[in-house]
């Protein structure tokens, strides 16, 4: 029985994973680096250990992690996501420490973590895969054949990439040969293999994953669809559940294929099934990410089903608490991840001090964060500082509620992401659920938003407005 989790990671999912335990009475462990000493996890755990003054390389050293979890008295340990969250050699270090993993089993994290590998996984499945290489590229001119046989644009991808990196698209056979190289050492610096893979690139399509829980009795479930289609450079922005765009037939049918795929892995634990559905209304598999994603706050949010405590039970040898009948979902939710960064600046990361926190409330709003007023964003992480969720029984009652609690929410002392969301809820492609992952890159005029002003700083620039009018 799982008495003690520590938690390797950072952010606000550790501080999610650390809310779990205390509502299962399970003593939690943080970790941290220097430039996490004042962080909120730290505070909220039961006991924290100092990984050293390196801010990031702490956090990778999967031996020094389990050891602490040893010493300390741990008997499980849950990654979150980012991190060694998708490390195989995490999880059998962890196996050969008797210490629980919270996720799937190395050999699962391997195969799911190598994008060919998953591939060759789905097509033996029967699951729809978007036409590419059969394996990695030998070199430039294999994928240049390959490139003209598929037919352009096509996709260089990291065998091994994730969250977005080591992903170009190619419209000729110009931007291979320009490419190619750039891939390899973007694939090798990222995630230390070189291997790259190619695929027909689908055009604007929706991004539509499925969440799916496994336990180790054989039972495989879906907890419904998100919409991930509001993104930039690969990056998520804005998480919808369900999805707005598809039919209930639709659902039904990739609620399916997300299910056979974690059974044609033997798939425990939380994971998240991903498909691009192009304009032909056809669904491929992109890939399966074998973790706790940042948006499992929408699942939870519809279903009611908490996601994390799921996660614990299952590494606990557990059953599912609910067949696939019990699982209904009620109304709209969508995630915001507010990101310090500057949407008018090409969304240059705004890190540093945060003068003033306000976080929103009311009915259908939740937040997930990890600042505070007086907090210092440190420089050496993602830029996502908080995550606002909302809920409504309607699409359009999500979405002014989405505005409002954005609104509601103060931060001062980093530019971020807020007011561009707002732009986005303003606009009738949105508004109208018809939308797609080029979204961001179709409307630039969304940055031409008019930010607030701070009250402390309001009558600095009413004075200064005044002034040069006067000087005309």
């Known amino acids: 029985m799982i008495r003690k989790i520590l938690v390797a990671n950072r952010g606000e999912i550790a501080v999610r994973i650390v809310r779990a335990c205390s509502e299962m009475g399970i003593k939690s462990v943080a970790i941290y680096t220097d430039a996490d000493r004042h962080a909120l996890h730290v505070k909220k755990a039961d006991e924290a250990y100092h990984l050293g003054s390196e801010p990031v390389t702490g956090y990778l050293n999967a031996h020094n992690i389990v050891n602490i979890a040893a010493t300390s008295g741990c008997d499980a340990l849950h990654p979150g996501y980012g991190f060694l969250a998708e490390n195989p050699e995490l999880a059998e270090i962890c196996a050969r420490r008797d210490i629980k993993f919270i996720g799937p089993n190395a050999d699962v994290i391997r195969q799911m973590g190598d994008k060919v590998q998953a591939r060759n996984a789905m097509i ?235 976080a929103p409330g009311g009915p259908g709003v939740r937040i997930d964060a990890a600042m505070y007023s007086g907090y210092e964003i440190p420089p050496y992480f993602d830029s996502m500082c908080a995550k606002l969720t909302v809920w409504a029984l309607t699409w359009e009652g999500v979405i002014e509620r989405g505005r409002r609690a954005l609104d509601d929410m103060v931060i001062y002392g980093v530019k971020t992401t807020m007011p561009y969301y707002q732009e986005i809820l303003k606009h009738p492609d949105f508004r109208n659920a018809d939308f797609n992952t080029g979204f961001v890159e179709s409307h630039p005029g969304l940055i031409d938003y008019t930010t607030k002003i701070p009250p402390e700083l309001r009558a600095a620039v009413i004075s200064a407005v005044v002034a040069a009018h006067e000087g005309i």
């Open 124 to 358: 033996a499945a029967g699951i729809p895969c978007i036409p590419g290489s059969d394996g990695n590229l030998a070199d430039v001119e294999e994928a240049l054949v390959l490139a003209n046989r598929v037919g352009y644009p096509v996709m260089l991808k990291a065998t091994n990439g994730g969250g977005g990196r080591g992903i170009r698209r190619c419209d000729n056979d110009k931007d291979i040969l320009s490419n190619y190289d750039r891939v390899i050492s973007e694939a090798s610096k990222a995630f230390g293999q070189p291997e790259v893979f190619l695929e027909k690139c689908v055009v604007n399509p929706k991004h539509i994953e499925v969440q799916v829980l496994g336990d180790s009795h054989g039972n495989v479930i879906h907890l419904f669809e998100r919409d991930c289609s509001i993104q930039r450079r690969n990056q998520k922005l804005i998480e919808i559940a369900p999805s707005p765009q598809i039919t209930q037939a639709q659902r039904e049918y990739i609620g399916s294929l997300g299910v056979k795929a974690a059974q044609a892995v033997g798939y425990e634990n939380a994971g998240t099934v991903e498909f691009l559905l192009d304009q032909d209304n056809n669904f491929f598999f992109m890939e399966m990410n074998t973790r706790i994603q940042v948006e499992h706050t929408v699942t939870e949010t519809i279903t009611g089903i908490d996601i994390v405590q799921e996660q614990i039970r299952i590494a606990n040898g557990h059953e599912l608490q609910y067949k696939q009948e019990d699982v209904g979902f009620r109304g709209y939710a969508m995630e915001f991840r507010i990101n310090a960064e500057d949407p008018k600046n090409g969304f240059l990361p705004s890190f540093g001090k945060i003068t003033r926190y306000y």
